[in-house]
């Protein structure tokens, strides 16, 4: 249990009396001090903090909090702070919103804190206006029957568990904090992986995509040494921590790039080696993108929701995929694919598609991926999986902002017109 605070700003220059923010103590400057500059001690802004109201919060039996939290240490990465689910240029796994419920709010104190209106965006100072932040505490748990992000709420002890069963020390300074997961590399020259998940989103094939993608031949992908695996406290979800051979190279980015990386042709000659391999392989597991468990009615759903119903969306070929097939989970300059928790039986061009839509903030790396997977995008099923991607950026949760969505609506578009004439 750790005790965590929520702030409302009310002031000058913003408009959130009935907004809240999450302010964890050990990252009060990245959230609380939200700024486009780099300037650590700028008051907070209203834009600079993710926000829900309250009555909004409680009609959902929710208290929505921060959307982006930083480590201090590396405040530049606040300038993701105003991106929403679609995360218009950055990476998703920045964005998801950490929620608690409404009743574990407590104690609601006086204000404590002042900032002068000058340090809120007034571009004439004027000291005698202040901005206030009431403060209100709540006691928070990792071990919750919900979604956390252990970008925040990673508790030491997870920690020490992992570094006792494989017997190794973990390195502070390779730390690698993601929503979903946290990696570090360790005292004898491997990487360790840690993640958790609730138990209604492991599937009845088992939590294992990293071990048992091991078996898969002719992969760039690092050789997977051993792992560990608990059950939380409460029984509500399961944690896991996979030990590797070290990468082999650079992560290439968010999964979401907004510039192209240079990358040389031997590593897109890699690239579709490695792709063309997987989908050659045999294996009765089933992908799981974004923890869910691919299906025809999941596909079907997903792009009845977004586009027209007068074409047919069965899918006749499932190869195994990555299925969480991005910028963040590949290597440069040398070649590797890692991150296999979810991979397994998918619909044909599923990795394509997904790569493909991580590429649309840069028209020419979306066209570049098109073109060294055109096989894929050419096949029925390929042209189903790019409006399954198109819907994700184009559904209920798209941001009027992001640079996807106008190149995401004209392929959309030429695709449902493909899939009508047959």
């Known amino acids: 249990m750790r005790k965590i605070l929520l702030i409302r700003l009310v002031g000058y220059g913003i408009d959130a009396s009935n907004h809240w923010a999450l302010a964890d103590p050990e ?4 959230t609380a001090f939200g700024t486009t500059s780099d300037n650590e001690f700028a008051a907070p802004q209203a834009g600079h ?20 939290i930083s480590d201090v240490r590396t405040p530049q990465r606040i300038r993701h702070h105003g991106h929403r689910a679609t995360d218009p240029g950055g990476d998703p796994e920045a964005t998801t919103l950490l929620t608690t419920p409404a009743a574990r709010l407590h104690s609601v104190v006086s204000t404590i804190w002042t900032w002068p209106a000058a340090f809120v965006g007034s571009s004439t100072p004027d000291t005698s206006l202040r901005t206030t932040a009431t403060v209100a505490c709540m006691t928070l748990s990792v071990s919750t029957g919900q979604a956390v992000d252990l970008r925040v709420q990673l508790a030491g002890e997870v920690l020490d568990r992992v570094e006792r069963s494989l017997q190794v020390r973990l390195l502070p300074d390779m730390v690698v904090r993601k929503r979903r997961s946290v990696g570090a590399g360790t005292d004898r020259d491997t990487w360790v992986r840690i993640e958790r998940r609730l138990l209604d989103k492991i599937p009845d094939q088992g939590w294992n995509g990293t071990e048992s993608a091991a ?18 406290a409460d029984g509500l979800a399961m944690w896991r921590a996979d030990e590797t051979e070290l990468l082999p190279g ?20 890699a690239l579709n080696a490695s ?34 119903d007068s074409f047919d969306t069965a899918i006749e070929r499932w190869v195994p995929a990555h299925a969480d097939l991005n910028w963040a989970n590949m290597t440069a300059p040398a070649f590797s694919l890692f991150d296999w928790e979810d991979w397994g039986n998918a619909p ?51 941001h009027p902002e992001d640079p996807r969505l106008e190149p995401a609506r004209r392929m959309a578009e030429q695709v449902v017109k493909e899939l009508q004439a047959g």
């Open 27 to 30: 990252y009060v400057r990245a």
């Open 49 to 68: 903090i993710a926000q829900v109201p309250l009555a909004e919060a409680a009609a959902s039996k929710e208290l929505a909090t921060a959307k982006y």
């Open 215 to 232: 078996r898969l031949e002719g992969i760039a992908q690092p050789d997977w040494h051993g792992c560990v695996v608990w059950r939380d």
């Open 250 to 269: 650079t992560p290439i980015g968010s999964a979401v790039l907004s510039a192209f990386p240079a990358l040389p042709d031997e590593w897109w000659d």
């Open 275 to 308: 792709l063309d391999a997987l989908a050659a392989q045999r294996t009765r597991r089933v992908a799981t993108p974004d923890t869910d468990t691919i299906t025809q009615a999941l596909v079907t759903e997903s792009i009845r929701g977004a586009f027209s």
């Open 348 to 398: 044909l061009g599923l990795d394509s598609a997904s790569l493909w839509a991580s590429s649309l903030a840069v028209p020419a790396l979306a066209d570049r991926v098109r073109h060294e997977r055109r096989s894929d995008f050419e096949s029925r099923e390929g042209k189903l999986m790019t409006l399954f991607a198109c819907s994700k950026i184009l559904g209920p949760y798209a």
